[in-house]
């Protein structure tokens, strides 16, 4: 049982170190190395949703298009390739009806299915292609922002781990995820301030890192818990099994998905005094 559990934490470490710093030169590189690496990213965690929706191979096809062309509109958008970005929500405007169009001419692609298929373009796609706003906000600095998005969370999710691992009584979701814990979630709150206290003093700017730190602690919690939720539903474990020791690309980024939107909020309101 030690032996497992020792190799286990011993492939997720080999992951977590060889991953990690493929992630951090691809982000810091360049804007177009950071565009792949999250169009890659997203299409996997796309296409590791096709357990939960039709098995109709041209439909799948078809949305993950969708879903890419979204995600390269957004992107020239908002490093203005494209000036005018009405077309792209006139695009967004109509997806519910292609989609139900689908469901209308095609008796094998039922209800549930264009659910999900709506669900996972609002779920994946829409906060990946969101993300992009922070080009057009600190064109040199995107890539410090998208940073510290990451580090607060991994610490939170670290900090609440190892805590709720020693000291979890108190059950936070039980009914969606049982192993996490009150405690567990206040040691990630305190882990992540901590962070924050120490980012605040190495930027010395006037960047509310306190409210970050709270907003960024509850958001990817909640990302955990609609993830598990999510795989709860359809009776799976892990999304996948393409990074060992971690699963899949949504048992890794799940928190993310929920976290970025609020994220860029707070971006969009603290902008002119951040980083």
């Known amino acids: 049982?030690?032996?497992?559990?020792?190799?286990e934490l011993f492939k997720r470490t080999i992951v977590s170190i060889f991953g990690g710093s493929i992630f951090i030169f691809m982000i810091l590189y360049n804007k177009w190395t950071y565009f792949f690496l999250f169009g890659f990213i997203k299409t996997m965690i796309f296409l590791e949703f096709r357990k939960f929706t039709t098995k109709n191979f041209a439909i799948n096809l078809l949305v993950l298009l969708i879903s890419i062309i979204i995600y390269c509109l957004s992107f020239a958008v908002f490093i203005n390739y494209i000036n005018d970005y009405t077309p792209f929500l006139l695009l967004l405007c109509i997806l519910p009806s292609c989609f139900l169009l689908l469901f209308l001419f095609n008796i094998k692609y039922n209800f549930n299915s264009v659910c999900i298929?709506?669900?996972?373009?609002?779920?994946?796609?829409?906060?990946?292609?969101?993300?992009?706003?922070?080009?057009?906000?600190?064109?040199?600095?995107?890539?410090?922002?998208?940073?510290?998005?990451?580090?607060?969370?991994?610490?939170?999710?670290?900090?609440?781990?190892?805590?709720?691992?020693?000291?979890?009584?108190?059950?936070?979701?039980?009914?969606?995820?049982?192993?996490?814990?009150?405690?567990?979630?206040?040691?990630?709150?305190?882990?992540?301030?901590l962070a924050s206290y120490l980012l605040h003093i190495i930027f010395e700017n006037n960047l509310c890192w306190y409210i970050l730190a709270l907003l960024i602690s509850i958001t990817s919690t909640l990302g955990d818990l609609i993830a598990s939720l999510i795989k709860r539903t359809f009776n799976v474990k892990d999304s996948g099994v393409l990074l060992p020791g971690h699963?899949?690309?949504?048992?890794?980024?799940?928190?993310?998905?929920?976290?970025?939107?609020?994220?860029?909020?707070?971006?969009?309101?603290?902008?002119?005094?951040?980083?």
């Open 1 to 7: 049982m030690l032996n497992a559990y020792i190799m």
């Open 117 to 193: 298929d709506i669900l996972r373009l609002c779920y994946i796609t829409l906060p990946f292609s969101a993300m992009h706003y922070i080009l057009s906000v600190k064109p040199y600095l995107y890539n410090k922002f998208i940073l510290v998005l990451f580090l607060l969370i991994w610490i939170n999710d670290s900090g609440a781990y190892f805590v709720g691992n020693v000291m979890g009584r108190t059950k936070l979701f039980k009914r969606v995820s049982p192993k996490k814990t009150w405690e567990g979630f206040v040691g990630g709150v305190a882990c992540t301030f």
């Open 247 to 275: 699963g899949g690309f949504l048992d890794r980024f799940d928190s993310f998905l929920i976290a970025l939107p609020f994220f860029l909020l707070f971006v969009y309101t603290q902008y002119s005094k951040a980083i």
